[in-house]
Protein backbone atom coordinates (compact mmCIF):
# COMPACT_ATOMS: atom_id res chain seq x y z
CA UNK A 1 0.00 0.00 0.00
CA UNK A 2 1.52 3.32 -0.83
CA UNK A 3 2.44 5.56 1.95
CA UNK A 4 0.99 8.76 0.79
CA UNK A 5 -2.23 7.15 -0.74
CA UNK A 6 -2.82 5.98 2.96
CA UNK A 7 -1.70 9.25 4.99
CA UNK A 8 -4.17 11.37 2.42
CA UNK A 9 -7.18 9.05 3.46
CA UNK A 10 -6.03 9.49 6.80
CA UNK A 11 -6.06 13.15 6.77
CA UNK A 12 -9.05 13.23 5.35
CA UNK A 13 -10.77 11.41 8.31
CA UNK A 14 -9.06 13.02 10.65
CA UNK A 15 -10.36 16.39 8.99
CA UNK A 16 -14.03 14.70 8.77
CA UNK A 17 -13.97 13.59 12.19
CA UNK A 18 -12.71 16.82 13.54
CA UNK A 19 -15.62 18.48 11.98
CA UNK A 20 -18.03 16.10 13.48
CA UNK A 21 -16.41 17.10 16.64
CA UNK A 22 -16.10 20.84 16.76
CA UNK A 23 -19.73 20.56 16.01
CA UNK A 24 -21.08 19.26 19.40
CA UNK A 25 -17.99 21.31 21.21
CA UNK A 26 -19.85 24.09 18.92
CA UNK A 27 -23.49 23.13 20.18
CA UNK A 28 -22.66 23.41 23.50
CA UNK A 29 -23.28 19.64 24.27
CA UNK A 30 -19.80 19.67 26.33
CA UNK A 31 -19.86 22.63 28.16
CA UNK A 32 -23.03 22.74 30.31
CA UNK A 33 -24.50 20.02 32.45
CA UNK A 34 -27.17 18.27 31.79
CA UNK A 35 -29.13 20.22 34.92
CA UNK A 36 -27.83 23.16 32.90
CA UNK A 37 -29.72 21.64 29.41
CA UNK A 38 -32.61 20.88 30.93
CA UNK A 39 -33.17 23.94 33.26
CA UNK A 40 -35.07 25.33 29.96
CA UNK A 41 -38.06 22.69 30.36
CA UNK A 42 -40.10 23.54 33.36
CA UNK A 43 -41.28 20.88 35.05
CA UNK A 44 -44.34 22.70 36.07
CA UNK A 45 -45.21 23.40 31.72
CA UNK A 46 -43.34 20.26 30.12
CA UNK A 47 -44.83 16.34 30.53
CA UNK A 48 -42.33 14.15 31.50
CA UNK A 49 -42.16 12.69 28.61
CA UNK A 50 -40.42 15.92 27.10
CA UNK A 51 -38.01 15.93 29.80
CA UNK A 52 -36.86 12.15 28.82
CA UNK A 53 -36.46 12.78 25.57
CA UNK A 54 -34.26 15.85 26.15
CA UNK A 55 -31.87 13.38 28.14
CA UNK A 56 -32.02 10.65 26.15
CA UNK A 57 -31.15 13.03 23.04
CA UNK A 58 -28.39 14.73 25.29
CA UNK A 59 -27.01 11.26 26.00
CA UNK A 60 -27.50 9.79 22.56
CA UNK A 61 -24.99 12.81 21.49
CA UNK A 62 -22.64 12.41 23.95
CA UNK A 63 -22.67 8.50 23.13
CA UNK A 64 -21.99 9.89 19.35
CA UNK A 65 -19.10 12.76 20.53
CA UNK A 66 -17.22 9.49 22.58
CA UNK A 67 -17.19 7.25 19.88
CA UNK A 68 -16.28 10.29 17.70
CA UNK A 69 -13.42 10.88 19.71
CA UNK A 70 -12.22 7.31 20.22
CA UNK A 71 -12.59 7.23 15.87
CA UNK A 72 -10.24 10.47 15.84
CA UNK A 73 -7.29 9.40 18.19
CA UNK A 74 -7.77 5.57 16.69
CA UNK A 75 -6.58 7.89 13.70
CA UNK A 76 -4.26 9.91 14.81
CA UNK A 77 -2.50 6.17 16.24
CA UNK A 78 -2.90 5.54 12.41
CA UNK A 79 -0.68 8.41 11.38
CA UNK A 80 1.93 7.87 14.24
CA UNK A 81 2.44 4.18 13.07
CA UNK A 82 2.62 5.39 9.45
CA UNK A 83 5.50 7.95 10.77
CA UNK A 84 7.17 5.09 12.82
CA UNK A 85 6.86 2.74 9.88
CA UNK A 86 4.68 0.25 12.12
CA UNK A 87 1.88 0.72 10.26
CA UNK A 88 -0.22 -1.95 8.71
CA UNK A 89 1.60 -4.54 11.68
CA UNK A 90 -1.09 -6.33 13.58
CA UNK A 91 0.06 -4.58 17.30
CA UNK A 92 -0.91 -7.99 18.91
CA UNK A 93 0.50 -10.54 17.17
CA UNK A 94 3.22 -8.41 14.82
CA UNK A 95 2.17 -10.11 11.70
CA UNK A 96 1.12 -8.17 8.69
CA UNK A 97 -2.58 -6.31 8.59
CA UNK A 98 -4.28 -7.34 5.35
CA UNK A 99 -4.17 -4.92 2.66
CA UNK A 100 -8.35 -5.32 1.81
CA UNK A 101 -8.79 -4.91 5.70
CA UNK A 102 -6.28 -1.74 5.65
CA UNK A 103 -8.34 -0.28 2.72
CA UNK A 104 -11.29 -0.53 4.54
CA UNK A 105 -10.91 0.58 7.78
CA UNK A 106 -7.08 2.75 7.07
CA UNK A 107 -6.83 3.18 11.20
CA UNK A 108 -7.02 -0.39 11.90
CA UNK A 109 -4.16 -1.88 14.81
CA UNK A 110 -5.04 -5.67 14.82
CA UNK A 111 -5.32 -8.01 11.90
CA UNK A 112 -8.83 -9.58 11.59
CA UNK A 113 -8.34 -12.77 14.04
CA UNK A 114 -6.68 -10.69 16.66
CA UNK A 115 -9.89 -7.81 16.39
CA UNK A 116 -11.80 -10.43 16.98
CA UNK A 117 -10.39 -11.91 19.68
CA UNK A 118 -10.46 -8.62 21.04
CA UNK A 119 -13.94 -8.05 20.71
CA UNK A 120 -15.34 -11.57 22.06
CA UNK A 121 -13.04 -10.86 25.53
CA UNK A 122 -14.53 -7.26 25.33
CA UNK A 123 -17.81 -9.12 25.21
CA UNK A 124 -17.34 -11.54 27.90
CA UNK A 125 -16.06 -8.44 30.08
CA UNK A 126 -19.21 -6.88 29.69
CA UNK A 127 -21.03 -9.92 30.45
CA UNK A 128 -19.66 -10.62 33.85
CA UNK A 129 -21.84 -9.56 37.12
Not at 10 to 30: H, P
Not at 94 to 120: K, S, T, V, Y
Amino acid sequence: MDDELVRGRLEEERTRLGGLRDGYFADGLTSESEEDSLSELSSVDQHQADVGTETFNRERDLSILERVEAELADVEHALRRLDDGSYGTCEACGNAIGEARLEAMPAARFCLQDQALAEREARQVGEQP
